[in-house]
């Protein structure tokens, strides 16, 4: 069997990870044609078995209409379930979400605390948010030191300002 066959009978029988592998199989063309409503499918069967990847991911195709309509607060729901079970990447688009009131009300300092804990974790994108939220003085008081570590640290993970 191939890896298609040996994700596909996994992920019938529950397995979260090969559900979550089967997506992107589906999302990139790989062994199967491109089909991002399959794609949706298999994550969205991991994500309701807990996988943290595949509720990020849910969150992001929810968001972007990848398989499914767009929809910002089911983005947010799936996000929310990511960040409750420590997923950076889901802690970084949640905040981003609080901090531009889409999906749910505006709030700057829910938005920095999810960037803060997305940032220790390693996520770089949290760390440069959290700088530029020092540095105006959004969802906190206004700290150009801090900002500026956080800017470097940003840096030193080769996040680059564009």
């Given at each position: 069997?191939?890896?298609?066959?040996?994700?596909?009978?996994?992920?019938?029988?529950?397995?979260?990870?090969?559900?979550?592998?089967?997506?992107?199989?589906?999302?990139?063309?790989?062994?199967?044609?491109?089909?991002?409503?399959?794609?949706?499918?298999?994550?969205?069967?991991?994500?309701?078995?807990?996988?943290?990847?595949?509720?990020?991911?849910?969150?992001?195709?929810?968001?972007?209409?990848?398989?499914?309509?767009?929809?910002?607060?089911?983005?947010?729901k799936w996000w929310t379930k990511g960040a409750e079970n420590g997923h950076p990447d889901s802690q970084f688009h949640l905040g981003n979400a609080y901090f531009?009131?889409?999906?749910?009300?505006?709030?700057?300092?829910?938005?920095?605390?999810?960037?803060?804990?997305?940032?220790?974790?390693?996520?770089?994108?949290?760390?440069?948010?959290?700088?530029?939220?020092?540095?105006?003085?959004?969802?906190?008081?206004?700290?150009?030191?801090?900002?500026?570590?956080?800017?470097?640290?940003?840096?030193?993970?080769?996040l680059e300002n564009k």
């Amino acid at each position: 069997m191939g890896r298609f066959e040996d994700w596909l009978t996994l992920a019938e029988h529950g397995d979260a990870e090969a559900q979550f592998e089967l997506g992107w199989v589906y999302a990139e063309g790989r062994e199967v044609d491109l089909n991002f409503t399959e794609a949706f499918y298999w994550w969205s069967q991991a994500a309701n078995n807990g996988h943290t990847k595949s509720q990020h991911v849910l969150g992001r195709a929810y968001a972007q209409g990848i398989g499914v309509e767009k929809d910002l607060a089911e983005a947010v729901k799936w996000w929310t379930k990511g960040a409750e079970n420590g997923h950076p990447d889901s802690q970084f688009h949640l905040g981003n979400a609080y901090f531009q009131g889409e999906g749910v009300p505006k709030d700057p300092r829910r938005a920095v605390q999810l960037w803060h804990m997305s940032a220790e974790q390693g996520n770089a994108r949290a760390m440069y948010a959290l700088g530029v939220a020092h540095s105006k003085g959004e969802g906190l008081p206004r700290d150009l030191e801090k900002a500026i570590e956080w800017f470097q640290k940003s840096a030193e993970l080769g996040l680059e300002n564009k």
